[in-house]
């Protein structure tokens, strides 16, 4: 229930974040934010200078999210899909309630910071499990497929919109847009690391209870070595294997509470050729 209760409040704060980076920094610059946000600013803006018509970017935010809920629902999962409900919504009523102002001038600082801002709003949210909706879901879906960083699908996707910007509201609205997305894309990769591998080498004379509780709780392969200590000259077992960087905490928890004596090294892994299991 705890851990159910952070999710939450993590998707509230992400929402907030999302929301402040918009409404303080990108709309009165009138530079596009990343993925949906972005796609619901940019139709906001072309239906106030060509149409009567005007609907505000939390609204167009809502109605663009139905598709791409429907889709986590299908291929990510329900209760990622539940959490994106959830950041959709509050960003919504967040944009509705965070007044519109300029915090400063310079078009620049406002396409940095607030790429930063919602870089990290999207990060986070992501790496609790959960998605801001839109193309937060598509690129978490390419993500789990070619098993790539999250970022890159995002700077691909977003494309369309820095083209569309660039067309219509001038070359330079473009290029400061690309330095946001540039930005934010930078702070989701650095945050949601999903795609990292770690492989861990553990010794420890509790063999089979380990192995067991990684089993347990990770599905993962494990190779087991003989070993032998040099000093004691006490022969014990190492336990090789290869994790994300997602499981690392998990593992930590498994090993400190099944052998709290076991010495456990963990390296970065630069790449790993075979199967390694994708989630679905």
């Known amino acids: 229930m705890w851990l159910e209760t952070r999710k939450i409040i993590i998707v509230i704060i992400g929402a907030a974040l999302n929301a402040v980076a918009l409404n303080l920094f990108l709309i009165p610059a009138n530079v ?24 505000s970017t939390g609204i167009l935010l809502l109605i663009l999210n139905i598709p791409a809920i ?16 959830f950041s959709v919504g509050f960003t919504t009523i967040f944009l509705a309630i965070i007044p ?11 396409a940095v910071f607030g790429g930063v801002i919602a870089g990290v709003g999207v990060g986070f949210t992501l790496k ?13 879906v390419l993500s789990r497929l070619k098993d ?12 369309g919109i820095i083209l569309a910007a660039s067309m219509i509201f001038g070359w330079e609205k473009g290029l400061y847009t690309l330095v946001t997305l540039y ?3 930078r702070m989701i990769d650095a945050i949601h690391t999903r795609h990292e591998k770690l492989t861990a080498m553990i010794i420890t004379k509790k063999t089979s209870d380990v192995k067991q509780a990684i089993h347990e709780k990770l599905v993962r392969g494990i190779t087991i070595v ?14 090789i294997i290869v994790i994300t960087r997602y499981e690392l905490f998990e593992l930590e928890r498994i090993i400190h509470k099944v052998d709290p004596n076991a010495f456990t090294n963990v390296m970065q892994t630069t790449g790993v050729f075979g199967f390694f299991r994708k989630d679905e």
């Open 128 to 140: 609790w499990g959960a998605s801001t909706g839109g193309m937060d879901i598509v690129a978490m």
């Open 32 to 55: 596009f934010a990343s993925g949906f946000t972005g796609l619901a600013q940019l139709i906001s803006n072309i239906l106030a200078d060509y149409t009567p018509l005007y609907i």
């Open 183 to 185: 930005v934010s894309t």
């Open 70 to 85: 429907i889709l986590g629902w299908l291929r990510v999962g329900k209760m990622f899909t539940i959490y994106s409900m």
């Open 226 to 239: 003989p070993a032998r200590g040099a000093f004691t000259d006490e022969s014990k077992e190492m336990l």
């Open 148 to 159: 790539k960083p999250v970022g890159n699908y995002f700077f691909a996707m977003n494309a």
């Open 100 to 110: 519109i102002v300029e915090v400063s001038p310079d078009i620049l600082l406002n």
